[in-house]
């Protein structure tokens, strides 16, 4: 069966330090990626998608990410976290019937 | 653009009864929409995959008598929980694409508390 996994279920970090958030997923297949974020009481927000071409991907508020095929990873950097930066975030993967597996998502705390 | 709203926020029913939750697509036409269900401090678990003008989808282990959806048209989906108990509380999610392969927008959810 397919599955993402998040390594990193609590992250806390001070402001202006660098974030770096885990993802690997089981799917030998064509996928594409996806970071989503929850913040306090809001809805899930795209953060960036991978689909094709490079696979250094970047998104809103600052946000990358790096497809790695062999690694079957897709970990989501930002180079300095800001106190705004405080929510959940959420890796998906969806393949062949493009229905997103999720993973069980990190908690990131940023101290001001 | 690519809101989707979900109404109600809040709802509290008695055990025994049916609510229904409303999911909108606001400025794009969704060929799918999808219900999730999340569990505190836990992940999104798929329920069911609704594509308009047919009969959705339902994942492993969801009950479709239970969980009732209904795709009228490329902009609404709706979910019935019938019968409701207390343990189908919880925080229900619907998120919309344009197309097969493209993005999903996630509603705000609704929390459905059942005494």
């Known amino acids: 069966a397919q599955s993402v996994s998040q390594h990193n279920h609590h992250v806390i970090l001070s402001e202006a330090a660098s974030l770096e958030l885990g993802c690997n997923y089981s799917y030998g297949g064509t996928v594409n990626l996806f970071w989503y974020v929850q913040y306090p009481g809001q809805h899930l927000q795209l953060l960036l998608k991978y689909f094709s071409g490079d696979p250094l991907v970047k998104g809103i508020k600052g946000f990358e990410a790096e497809f790695i095929k062999s690694k079957f990873s897709f970990n989501l950097r930002k180079p300095s976290v800001q106190w705004s930066d405080t929510a959940e975030y959420f890796c998906?993967?969806?393949?062949?019937?493009?229905?997103?597996?999720f993973g069980t998502g990190t908690r990131l705390k940023v101290l001001a | 653009g690519a809101v989707v709203s979900q109404h109600p926020s809040r709802v509290i029913c008695k055990s025994g009864t049916s609510v229904k939750i409303e999911c909108r697509s606001l400025?794009?036409?969704?060929?799918?929409m999808f219900w999730y269900r999340q569990f505190p401090k836990k992940s999104l678990m798929l329920m069911a995959t609704?594509?308009?003008?047919?009969?959705?989808?339902?994942e492993q282990g969801v009950e479709k008598d239970k969980f009732l959806i209904n795709h009228a048209s490329l902009t609404l989906s709706t979910l019935t929980v019938t019968s409701a108990h207390p343990e189908d509380s919880s925080f229900y999610i619907c998120s919309a694409r344009r197309t097969p392969a493209a993005e999903q927008y996630f509603g705000p959810g609704t929390r459905l508390t059942v005494t």
């Open positions: 609704s594509n308009e003008g047919s009969k959705a989808t339902y």
């Open positions: 400025d794009f036409q969704a060929t799918t």
């Open positions: 998906a993967v969806a393949s062949g019937t493009y229905k997103y597996i």
